[in-house]
């Protein structure tokens, strides 16, 4: 199993353009998220997904889409980036949203400069 | 106010030596769960250790074990013999179970292992 993979490694973009961040999972899990992680802050959600075709709001969702129209893809649309969308963006995974342990598995990130 | 609170910046420890890394949470629903992770400076999430608000034992991985001290909501990681591969961020992070069960992280601790 590769876990979850996330595309592309790193990216710089000018302000303003628009660009997809890729994730993928094949452990057949159930729920994906996204989170952004910028220093001293930890790490915040932006979106999330219980299943295909079902996703929702984060803490911090403004400036981002997502979309779940397969159980192993989520990707993470920026529609018009701005300098304050630099940080390393995180997907993760895990069996299913119920109670329990259910730890989340994680990508390896995307570290994304926008000029 | 803060879901999690991690008031170490930094924490210095010897090889070989035991650390106690704190972590304070704040929640008002019943059931709930409390996640540590690993961020070496690789960059990686790698998740260590998960204690459910029902269990009636405090957790244990290997060297990693949780004193769970629920009247006091604190979730403190305890790392016994250190080893200079610890040195890295950890994050306690909660998970709420009313609702879709999203992750709440703390700012993160830095682990700085001396031989």
């Known amino acids: 199993n590769a876990g979850v993979t996330q595309t592309p490694k790193f990216q710089v973009l000018k302000t303003g353009q628009s660009m997809t961040l890729q994730c993928a999972q094949d452990m057949n899990h159930e729920y994906m998220s996204w989170y952004r992680q910028d220093p001293g802050m930890g790490l915040r959600l932006i979106h999330y997904s219980v299943g295909a075709g079902i996703t929702d709001q984060g803490e911090v969702p403004n400036g981002y889409n997502v979309s779940r129209s397969t159980t192993e893809d989520f990707p993470l649309r920026l529609l018009s980036a701005a300098p304050s969308q630099t940080s390393v963006y995180f997907c993760?995974?895990?069996?299913?949203?119920?109670?329990?342990?259910?730890?989340?598995?994680f990508g390896p990130g995307t570290r994304l400069t926008v000029l | 106010a803060q879901k999690i609170t991690q008031t170490q910046p930094g924490m210095f420890v010897q090889e070989k030596e035991a650390v106690t890394l704190d972590c304070t949470y704040d929640?008002?629903?019943?059931?709930?769960?409390l996640f540590w992770y690993k961020q070496p400076s690789s960059g990686e999430m790698i998740f260590l250790i998960y204690q459910g608000s029902y269990d009636q034992q405090n957790a244990t991985e290997g060297r990693y074990s949780l004193n769970f001290q629920k009247a006091r909501k604190s979730a403190n990681l305890v790392i016994s013999a250190s080893q200079l591969g610890d040195s890295a961020m950890y994050f306690c992070a909660m998970r709420e179970d009313s609702g879709y069960s999203t992750l709440t992280f703390g700012k993160g601790t830095m682990l700085l292992v001396s031989p």
């Open positions: 929640t008002s629903d019943p059931s709930y769960g």
């Open positions: 993760a995974s895990s069996y299913s949203y119920d109670r329990g342990r259910n730890e989340q598995f």
